[in-house]
């Protein structure tokens, strides 16, 4: 079961030459669906990171497969369907359809960066995972 | 009064070093307003361009003056304000607004281009304000 | 006389489903010129701002006039033509050429982004002046 | 030993809050070094899809592994380490450093697009493969 989704309406600027999604739009709006989530289920990444002290929830991997295309004026559907935690990584699955169709599927894998000694290292993700449940 | 209106909501992905939107952002969306427009009013670019016989409603000049700063998690209203017909272009003016605030305005001048001895040219805009009157 | 240029390589996700430069990136390389001349006068952005005391060197308006097309595969060279100085605002002249065919022309308002009381404001020009000669 | 390799200058815009590339933005530059490859090893994407009567060379899955951050001012290197044909698809294997270090690694599997009976297939990946040897 599906823990959230959103809606993503395809405009001529996202596709290319073949008039088909250019793809790193499909990472683009991977990446905005978790962001919309944030906000969905608590108060978003800049306020959250705020409280929880870290730098961001930013990105270890990301994987897509393209199962099929999309177009210009097609409302596309982002799914997460679910978060899987690990000590110091979450890894977040993506499916996208359109109607019946699915597009592509896929995942995140992000951490919790905190600042250490002047470098981006990777957190405890617990108290992310308290909140987001 | 305004002739048209749709939201874009701010992610993360679309904000700067500073925490504000990366301006070219800002046109990608006046585009996608013109494009959303499109469908609302008649059947979008794809199929208007193949009823019509033109290769696009391609730019000529595009500006935008930034009023305010706006950030993740905002959610900016477009707006087409009017549209002004010549013969050979037309031109839209923008309005994007935070609640009250003015954001940002501007214009898009487009043509119809057509396909002529092999090169790009500009041909009577009349049959598109015929559809969008 | 020229002040600067620098050579965008158009590659196929730059164009849209007609084959030509979708527009909104050329105000991104219009962008990304200014930093290359930031990088190429002096520090860059990041190490001005800070020895300035700057969040940025903002936009207040941004325009472009397209005069003739371009393609994946181009070699497109940006060019900026001149700097005009005004006490609390700069604005870059730019022209984009494909060998001896012009391709856009166009300008960049900046301004030199401080914080007062909590909001972004634009503070004297001057000290980023004094670098860029 | 690697294939091939093009450089990568990382601009402000292409960085996010944190200061540190945007992550859809790494795709777009492994597509971008695919394209200049094409162009560098045979006659670039436009010319040999026409040649060889094939829509496009396009994703069939995507994924990068993010090693290590990148800034505005760097230089990014993108290596192309080798390609593995299938009969229907070919996977090409990436790898981006920054001087000694290594900022990502990942992989673009891609088809030989054909249209059949009115939708996009993969076709035999062949010809192309006797060109790029």
């Known amino acids: 079961m599906a823990v ?6 395809i405009s001529f600027g996202d596709c290319d030459a073949l008039g088909i999604v250019y793809y790193p739009n499909y990472f683009r709006w991977m990446d905005g669906t978790f962001h919309a989530f944030l906000h969905d289920r608590d108060q978003g990444h800049t306020v959250m990171c ?5 730098l961001g929830f930013g990105l270890m991997d990301a994987d897509l497969a393209f199962r099929s295309p999309a177009r210009e004026g097609d409302l596309l ?4 369907e679910g978060i899987e935690w690990s000590a110091r990584s979450f890894q977040i699955t993506y499916r996208a359809t359109l109607g019946d169709r699915l597009v ?9 960066f905190v600042e250490r000694d002047g470098r981006i290292a990777a957190g405890d993700v617990g108290p992310l995972r308290d ?3």
């Open 4 to 9: 959230y989704f959103r809606d993503v309406s």
């Open 50 to 54: 705020r409280e929880l002290g870290t």
């Open 77 to 80: 559907r982002y799914w997460i």
């Open 104 to 112: 592509l599927e896929g995942h995140e894998r992000r951490g919790f």
């Open 131 to 133: 909140r987001l449940g």
